[in-house]
Nanobody, 124 residues
Framework: QVQLVESGGGLVQAGGSLRLSCAAS????????VGWFRQAPGKEREFVAA????????YYTNSVKGRFTASRDIAKYTLNLQMNNLKPEDTAVYYC?????????????????WGQGTQVTVSS
């Protein structure tokens, strides 16, 4: 059983930066994809970024390209999300997730394990 614990959320002004981390334990070596999703009030959970654990290949949803950088630290079993030039529309609860397969890594339904989420609030 994989456990994921996010940290690093908070309140920031528009244009500011935050760095989220997700610490994994309990068998992450078998996970093939790790991802970030977010959910704003009244909206569905949406894909932000995915990282292929083996080689670090990463892709992003269009709205965060050029502003967010996802990475993984194999030695520490940690997934990171560096968020720069934050906008009010980035306000949401951010979740990290792990999947046993890279296939369909942009879709929440394909992930097997989820963290508890961390709130990110961007003020205008």
């Amino acid at each position: 059983q994989v456990q994921l614990v996010e940290s690093g959320g908070g309140l920031v002004q528009a244009g500011g930066s935050l760095r989220l981390s997700c610490a994994a334990s309990g068998g992450t070596a078998s996970s093939y994809a790790v991802g970030w999703f977010r959910q704003a009030p009244g909206k569905e959970r949406e894909f932000v970024a995915a990282v292929r654990w083996g080689d670090g290949f990463t892709y992003y949803t269009n709205s965060v390209k050029g502003r967010f950088t996802a990475s993984r630290d194999i030695a520490k079993y940690t997934l990171n999300l560096q968020m720069n030039n934050l906008k009010p529309e980035d306000t949401a609860v951010y979740y990290c997730a792990a999947a046993r397969s890279w296939r369909g890594s942009a879709y929440a339904r394909n992930y097997d394990y989820w963290g508890q989420g961390t709130q990110v609030t961007v003020s205008s």
